[in-house]
Nanobody
Framework: QVQLVESGGGLVQAGGSLRLSCAASGLTFSNYVIGWFRQAPGKEREFAATISRSGATISYADSVKGRFTISRDNAKNTVYLQMNSLKPEDSAVYYC????????????????WGLGTQVTVST
C-alpha cells in the first residue's frame, strides 16, 4: 500500500522559514517523480515544485522560485521542501504527490497523494 506522509508544517511569521518533508512507503521511491502542491481555502490546488527521480530535473512555480528549494534523498525515501522568505499568500495545505511519468506541473498527472500539512504564515 502506497503511503505519502507530509510533515513540518506549522505557523510562522512572514519572512520566516519552514522545511516540509514527504516520507514515502509501499513503492519503489526512486522510480517516482515527486511534486509539491498547495491548496488554500476556496482555491484550486496549485503546483509549487517537482523533482525528477534522480533529482537532476527540478521545476518551480514562478510564485515560489528563488524562495523554495525541493530536494530528495532516495536512500531515505524522502523529499523535502525548504521554504524561505515565507509570505502570507504561501498559507495553504501542502501536499506531496508521486507519479511514474516525468516532471509534471499539473496535479491531475499525479497518482498518489499524501493527506497534507498545514502551513500558515502570519503578518
Amino acid at each position: 500500500q502506497v503511503q505519502l506522509v507530509e510533515s513540518g508544517g506549522g505557523l510562522v511569521q512572514a519572512g520566516g522559514s519552514l522545511r516540509l518533508s514527504c516520507a514515502a512507503s509501499g513503492l519503489t521511491f526512486s522510480n517516482y517523480v515527486i511534486g509539491w502542491f498547495r491548496q488554500a481555502p476556496g482555491k484550486e490546488r496549485e503546483f509549487a515544485a517537482t523533482i525528477s527521480r534522480s533529482g537532476a530535473t527540478i521545476s518551480y512555480a514562478d510564485s515560489v522560485k528563488g524562495r523554495f528549494t525541493i530536494s530528495r534523498d532516495n536512500a531515505k525515501n524522502t523529499v523535502y521542501l525548504q521554504m524561505n522568505s515565507l509570505k502570507p499568500e504561501d498559507s495553504a495545505v501542502y501536499y506531496c504527490a508521486a507519479n511514474l511519468l516525468t516532471v509534471r506541473t499539473n496535479y491531475r498527472d499525479y497518482d498518489y497523494w499524501g493527506l497534507g500539512t498545514q502551513v500558515t504564515v502570519s503578518t
